[in-house]
């Protein structure tokens, strides 16, 4: 694995091995001193385009606790501010040489493009509504220690598909595990055609019984006043999760932040069922494993001749 | 009258050469078969048995196995100026599209500022006819400055010369403004060319909407944005009597809409774009917007076979590129920042002789006339091989194979849709006007003793 960019580019085996590693941080996490130097004198990039707590806070972590070097950079306040284009950013920061660099963008393709412009192992922590593979890793190792296996679980994904990396990423992530998704939301919010990525499509939650998993995503409060929805009281009668919809057997995730009384009812996020904090804490051992396995599982490759070819083909030239 | 009487082009001396023993292909004019073509003084004189002419002096080319056909025509091209000339202008765009094989072109009017005043299209015409290698005509905006709210002086516009109207890069937003356009059209005449698309629909879209852009969290145009509007707009076409041509067709939607339009007696024509015609919506996957980003957006498969079906029943009249030149800053960015358009100019033929005529699915003779077809609409001459009229002539190797951008491009930009693929059959010789606008580097003239 060069790069972390979409779930879709990784096979089942690299799935299981990255959830395989991080397990072994788990046990690192319940030592005293929670720190390995694998990345010892190695450099991680930090570059968000893009508000984020849980997603920033948790790779930096990983990387202190691998011990590489870190360069946080938040655009408010950076050159991006002053009008630097992705392209010159990414030059900038090579001089650096960085092993690997994590990046948020409000844009689908950034990691991408930063893949074919750098050096570095890129990590796609999110670009715009296309994808999030590390939160779909999260998830998966979350629900893999809960429930052992994700063969034949059956996963309904609610709320906004629509404006959702995370529903995207982790459709793709769940099948590829054995589970089956159904997406559900108001017609508004459901991408015409998202049943190409072989899920099935409900606008109500009269199925949701049959679910193993319920996974809620976030409503922004904006999409009213782009008729998306006539209001966030017609969405909460339709589409919220609360303990009445919720059963006692059915697991309950959401990527968070949350809006309580929403998406879901606050008894719901409190609820024994809910996994929302596990979520959290798997976010930082899988990062962590995400980090190893681009950076230590092989050996760094010397700059040979020919390298050039391993890597993906810069957009807008010739393949 | 012929397109150098009525366009602008460079002046220069007319073309005196034979081009012996060429495959000759005009579909239009019912000519086909070897001959000799015979240009003197940039008219096609006589269409002689191969080996029969006499070259009188004058180049003699040696067109053994290689095709003439009578040169592209293109109503869609972009060409920057004034104002966006780091992008391309009136000689480099002409550059490109003699390299294409194309005897003349008509210019959008969407420039920086919008030729949109008679003084604008007087200096456009003056540069031209200083600039252009092949001939070139111009159209004016709809409505002053673009804005979509008041009518351009349309009929001052057309005594300075402009060819017909577009706000193309935009739709006529307002059907009370189109209405008005349609009616002064009477005084004035000009065909008006229809970007159509309902902004209501398109919002903030970056590519086709269906499976591909869900997959991929992009923001989708609907097709029905482009088809509700050219219904719209053939309907009030046909109240006003009025002449329209629908621009750049992507969808099926839209191909019922002018099938409907024509069979009611409307006054329409349309044209459809090389790239539509070869790629789908699943290019976009690669997430490459120097390729594969503009509007309208590439569609689905099956909206790609409907204007397959379209081109051979004849509802789509003409292949036209939508020639759109981008810096390179403006597509080195994510895909939904990055501006819209490729360039096409130089690739259309190739590109499309290689996808769908030597794959058999379209007859190479439906091509070459669909090619030359974009001069009617705007009431201009057909470029024919028939003796006695300008030439207007591309020679072509049909067996060459070639790498796009290999060696660079004419065009002032790169954003080429067709940019590292291998082609098959191409531009040795373009005669424009009557005078050789382009031949290749490589392509050597035997000059008779």
């Excluded at chain 2, 001396?13 to 000799?36: K, M, S, W, Y």
């Excluded at chain 2, 992507?250 to 539509?276: L, N």
Aim: with cysteine; proline share 6%.
């Amino acid at each position: 694995m060069r790069h972390l960019l979409a779930i879709d580019s990784l096979c089942r085996e690299e799935i299981e091995a990255i959830l395989d590693r991080a397990e072994s941080f788990a046990e690192v996490g319940r030592r005293d001193i929670k720190k390995v130097p694998t990345l010892r004198g190695r450099t991680v990039v930090s570059l968000f385009y893009e508000a984020s707590t849980r997603t920033s806070s948790s790779f930096e972590l990983a990387a202190k606790r691998l011990s590489a070097d870190l360069i946080s950079i938040k655009s408010t306040g950076s050159s991006a501010d002053k009008g630097e284009s992705l392209k010159d950013t990414c030059a900038t920061l090579s001089a650096y040489d960085p092993a690997a660099i994590v990046i948020r963008h409000p844009y689908a393709g950034a990691a991408q493009m930063v893949a074919a412009w750098s050096e570095a192992a890129v990590v796609n922590a999110g670009d715009g509504k296309h994808e999030h593979p590390s939160q779909a890793l999260l998830d998966l190792f979350t629900l893999r220690r809960r429930l052992g296996s994700l063969e034949g679980v059956r996963i309904w994904i609610v709320g906004d598909v629509l404006h959702s990396r995370v529903a995207r990423s982790n459709l793709v992530a769940f099948q590829a595990m054995g589970a089956s998704v159904t997406v559900c939301g108001p017609p508004t919010l459901i991408p015409r055609g998202i049943e190409a990525l072989g899920c099935e499509v409900s606008h109500s939650l009269d199925g949701l019984a049959e679910a193993d998993v319920v996974y809620a995503l976030r409503l922004q409060k904006e999409r009213m006043s782009e008729t998306f929805l006539p209001s966030l009281r017609e969405y909460a009668a339709h589409f919220q999760i609360d303990t009445r919809r919720l059963g006692p057997r059915q697991l309950l995730m959401h990527p968070g932040p949350v809006n309580r009384g929403v998406e879901l009812s606050g008894e719901a996020v409190d609820s024994p069922q809910s996994l929302i904090t596990e979520q959290v804490a798997s976010g930082l051992v899988v990062r962590m494993a995400i980090l190893y396995e681009l950076l230590a599982a092989r050996e760094r490759p010397a700059p040979v001749e020919g390298d050039d070819a391993q890597r993906p083909t810069p957009i807008g030239q010739p393949a | 009258m012929s397109l150098a009487a009525v366009l602008d082009m460079r002046s220069g001396e007319g073309a005196t050469l034979v081009l012996r023993g060429a495959t000759l292909l005009d579909p239009a004019a019912g000519i086909e078969g070897a001959h000799d073509v015979v240009v003197r003084d940039g008219q096609i004189a006589e269409l002689a048995a191969p080996g029969a002419a006499d070259a009188n002096g004058g180049e003699e080319v040696d067109a053994g196995g290689l095709h003439a056909f009578p040169a592209f025509f293109d109503p869609h091209v972009h060409l920057r100026t004034p104002g966006q000339e780091h992008k391309e202008d009136i000689e480099t765009g002409t550059r490109a599209a003699a390299a294409g094989g194309y005897c003349g072109l008509l210019a959008m009017a969407n420039t920086d500022p919008p030729v949109s005043t008679p003084p604008d299209v007087e200096a456009l015409r003056d540069a031209a006819r200083e600039q252009a290698c092949v001939p070139v005509g111009f159209l004016a905006t709809v409505t002053r400055d673009m804005a979509g709210e008041e009518l351009s002086e349309m009929a001052a516009l057309r005594d300075a010369g402009a060819i017909g109207f577009s706000d193309d890069g935009l739709p006529v937003r307002s059907a009370r403004v189109l209405r008005r356009a349609l009616q002064y059209q009477r005084l004035c005449g000009g065909t008006i060319a229809l970007h159509e698309e309902d902004p209501e629909l398109s919002g903030d879209g970056v590519m086709h909407e269906g499976p591909v852009s869900a997959a991929l969290g992009l923001a989708g145009i609907p097709s029905v944005s482009e088809s509700t509007t050219i219904a719209r707009d053939a309907a009030l076409a046909g109240y006003e009597e009025g002449r329209i041509h629908v621009q750049h067709l992507s969808a099926a939607e839209s191909i019922d809409a002018v099938r409907a339009a024509k069979a009611a007696g409307i006054r329409v024509s349309c044209e459809a774009s090389p790239h539509h015609l070869c790629l789908t919506d699943e290019e976009v996957r690669s997430l490459d917007p120097t390729r594969y980003k503009m509007n309208p957006p590439l569609r689905s498969e099956a909206d790609r076979q409907a204007l397959i079906a379209a081109l051979q029943d004849g509802t789509i009249d003409c292949i036209a590129t939508d020639h759109a030149p981008h810096a390179p800053e403006e597509k080195e960015v994510p895909f939904e920042q990055a501006a819209m358009g490729v360039t096409g100019l130089e690739t259309a033929f190739a590109a499309i002789h290689t996808d769908l005529v030597l794959p058999g699915v379209l007859d190479l003779a439906l091509v070459v006339e669909r090619m030359a077809g974009g001069a009617e609409p705007f009431g201009l001459e057909r470029p024919t091989l028939a003796p006695g009229s300008e030439a207007n002539v591309v020679l072509c190797d049909l067996a060459a194979t070639w790498t796009v951008g290999e060696e660079g491009y004419e065009s002032r930009s790169e954003n080429s849709w067709c940019a590292g693929r291998e082609l098959t059959g191409r531009v040795l010789m373009t005669v424009a006007g009557g005078q050789v606008a382009y031949r290749l580097r490589s392509f050597s003239l035997g000059v008779a003793p």
